[in-house]
């Protein structure tokens, strides 16, 4: 009964940023040529999300009584709609969407979104040994690859650095996954 009541709930949330009933905000994601606007509820952005408070402090009414909020150019339409809906299958998204979401959800202070990606890191980690497995061609080292991957973002490298010119040394010291640590742990800022 209860599963249900919050199920019920949940999809009503979703009607109402689909349908935009009795909205008093506008965020507008703006990502190259494409924009959307969705209409939301100043009492339910508070609660959910720790950036809006912040930004809704900040935005100033129209003459409808309505705060507009633009989004950073960075987040895509689709990374705002999961963040939004609060729902995302991972099972057809490409990796670097994945990680890229995780990044979003961070500055959004979204708490669920960063447990349940990490619920899903045990499934990502076997595709990744799966796709190893079937392409012998992949660097022997996959951590010195990803060190070299991280040092680039580091730096904000576009070309991207490779083993050999990879300015930093990068050492796993924690791995929550293998230690059984949430993110209660570490508190709301650990991914």
């Known amino acids: 009964m209860t599963i249900k009541h919050f199920e019920k709930l949940s999809n009503n949330y979703i009607e109402l940023l689909e349908k935009g009933i009795d909205f008093n905000v506008i965020i507008k994601v703006e990502k190259s040529t494409n924009i959307k606007e969705f209409k939301s509820h100043s009492s339910i952005l508070k609660c959910r999300f720790f950036y809006f408070q912040n930004k809704l402090k900040d935005s100033l009414k129209n003459i409808n009584r309505i705060m507009k909020i633009d989004l950073e150019s960075h987040i895509s ?8 809906k609060g729902s995302v299958s991972l099972e057809n998204l490409v990796n670097q ?3 890229d979401l995780t990044l979003v959800a961070d500055e959004f202070l979204l708490e669920e979104l960063r447990v349940d990606l990490q619920m899903e890191e045990i499934k990502i980690w076997n595709y990744i040994k799966v796709g190893i ?3 012998p061609n992949l660097p022997s080292d996959p951590e010195t690859e990803h060190a070299a991957e991280i040092a680039s973002w580091i730096d904000n490298n576009t070309i ?3 083993v050999k010119n990879n300015l930093y040394e990068i050492k796993l010291l924690l791995c929550g996954s293998r230690g059984g640590l949430t993110v209660n742990h570490f508190g709301i800022y650990a991914i």
């Not at 339409?77 to 939004?84: A, N, S, W």
């Open 77 to 84: 339409i689709q990374q705002f709609e999961i963040i939004i």
């Open 97 to 99: 969407f994945i990680f």
């Open 133 to 135: 497995a079937q392409n």
């Open 160 to 162: 991207g650095y490779n």
